[in-house]
């Protein structure tokens, strides 16, 4: 897959397959293209050159260019860095995504992501969740995300507010919902926990492995973006 936003390419020949049910972290340097990566997944763009594809249970894979708008947006969520809340309670925040959502699911899914430790469901919330702290409005996010069931669930340093307690008390949580998931980091506990990791480098995918194959390797370009980002 190629992409451009006009000039030189910002991704240049990626090549990944992530298998389903499994964590993938996409990790780089700031400017790597990683963030483009998960546009391209949400379909915000399309490729210059490539596809992106979902892979059926059975049969072939379809490029996300034939997939309707309201099906592409149950299949794939994305989940950024900021948290669209506006001025109203916390349910109807939750529920912006999702509107049919019975209340036995909003609550089992706010109990999932740590939302209920917020506030009651019927609290007001400001607008822009100006009341609320980083980590508060990451798990509004997420919960928000999880309610519409998608398949493919992209990360893009959504939980990058939260504390590793927290980092680690959703994590489980999507491992329960047993979907794909692809966490864009930089916190190394975040990607250690991922199945699989894919360094992204000058618009390409150098390497990909488990954290212990990939941290063990003599001149590891994982090494290289951790240090760069510590």
């Known amino acids: 897959?190629?992409?451009?936003?006009?000039?030189?390419?910002?991704?240049?020949?990626?090549?990944?397959?992530?298998?389903?049910?499994?964590?993938?972290?996409?990790?780089?340097?700031?400017?790597?293209?990683?963030?483009?990566?998960?546009?391209?997944?949400?379909?915000?763009?399309?490729?210059?050159?490539?596809?992106?594809?979902?892979?059926?249970?059975?049969?072939?894979?379809?490029?996300?260019?034939?997939?309707?708008?309201p099906e592409l947006r149950r299949a794939v969520v994305l989940v950024g860095q900021e948290t669209p809340l506006f001025h109203g309670t916390l349910a109807e925040n939750l529920r912006l995504a999702a509107p049919e959502t019975d209340d036995d699911l909003l609550a089992a899914t706010a109990r999932r992501c740590g939302v209920d430790r917020i506030a009651a469901m019927d609290t007001l919330v400001g607008e822009r969740g100006a009341t609320l702290s980083g980590g508060q409005r990451a798990r509004i996010a997420l919960a928000r995300a999880l309610l519409v069931r998608p398949r493919v669930l992209v990360l893009d340093e959504s939980t990058a507010h939260l504390d590793n307690t927290g980092d680690a008390q959703l994590a489980a949580a999507l491992r329960e919902e047993g979907r794909t998931t692809i966490v864009i980091a930089h916190r190394p506990a975040t990607i250690r926990r991922a199945d699989r990791i894919a360094v992204l480098e000058k618009g390409r995918i150098t390497e990909e492995g488990t954290w212990e194959d990939l941290t063990r390797r003599p001149g590891s370009a994982l090494n290289r973006v951790l240090t760069t980002s510590s």
């Open 1 to 69: 897959m190629r992409f451009d936003y006009g000039g030189q390419p910002v991704l240049d020949g990626v090549d990944l397959t992530v298998p389903p049910g499994r964590t993938l972290a996409l990790v780089g340097v700031s400017g790597a293209g990683k963030s483009t990566c998960a546009h391209l997944l949400a379909r915000f763009w399309d490729p210059s050159q490539g596809a992106v594809q979902l892979v059926p249970a059975h049969g072939d894979p379809v490029d996300i260019r034939d997939v309707s708008d």
